[in-house]
Every structure is written in C-alpha cells, then in structure tokens.
C-alpha cells in the first residue's frame, strides 16, 4: 500500500512558523515531483508548494511567496514546509501530493497520490 502522511499541523498565533512534515511509504518517491496543497473550509484546493525530484528547483503559490519554503530528503522520502510569518489566511487543512512528473508542477490534476492531511490554524 502506497501512503503519503503528513504531520506537523497545530494551532499557532499570527506571525508565528510552523514544519509540516510528509513522509511516503510503500514506494520510493524520488523520481517524483512533490507538493503541498492546501483547502480551506468552503474553497477550492490550492496550490501551495512544489519541488522537482532532484530538489533544485522549486515553486510557490502567491499567497505563501517569500514566506514558506518547501524542501526534500530523498534518503528518507520526505518532503517538508516551512511556514513562517503565518496568518489567519494560512488556516487549512495542508496536503502533501506526489506527482508522475519529474519535473515542478502547479496543476492539481498532474498530481495522482496524495495524503490524508494535516491542520494548520493561525489565530489572530
């Protein structure tokens, strides 16, 4: 069974950083693309993060630009998000994805495994 689980999540005050952590099991994802979503109450998914499968190059979504940062350890097949400078807005339930591509991607349906999720609530 293949798996991808996210950890991390928990309530935090405006301003302040939290790691989500997402660990695949069951195949190696190395030769993968990886990345973060997120979905709010009421909204649509959204893009948050991704990470070609070496790690060298990596997008964001507008909402997060200059604040998250998102990275990999292939050895441990892992794909982590640093989130700093939180605000209200971030509130969501975050997801990790892996993708067929090797190569960054933005588009939800280029995605084709994906986690369970985890909470994250910033407070004002």
């Known amino acids: 069974q293949v798996d991808l689980v996210e950890s991390g999540g928990e309530l935090v005050q405006a301003g302040g950083s939290l790691r989500l952590s997402c660990v695949g099991s069951?195949?190696?994802?190395?030769?993968?693309?990886m990345g973060w979503w997120r979905q709010a109450p009421g909204k649509e998914r959204e893009f948050v993060a991704t990470i070609n499968y070496l790690g060298t190059d990596t997008e964001y979504g507008d909402a997060v630009k200059g604040r998250f940062t998102i990275s990999r350890d292939k050895a441990k097949n892992t794909v982590d998000l640093q989130m700093n400078s939180l605000k209200p807005d971030d509130t969501a339930t975050y997801y990790c994805?892996?993708?067929?591509?090797?190569?960054?991607?933005?588009?939800?349906?280029?995605?084709?495994?994906w986690g369970q999720g985890t909470q994250v609530s910033v407070s004002s």
């Open positions: 994805a892996a993708s067929p591509y090797q190569s960054v991607v933005d588009l939800i349906g280029q995605y084709y495994y």
């Open positions: 069951g195949r190696d994802f190395g030769d993968n693309a």
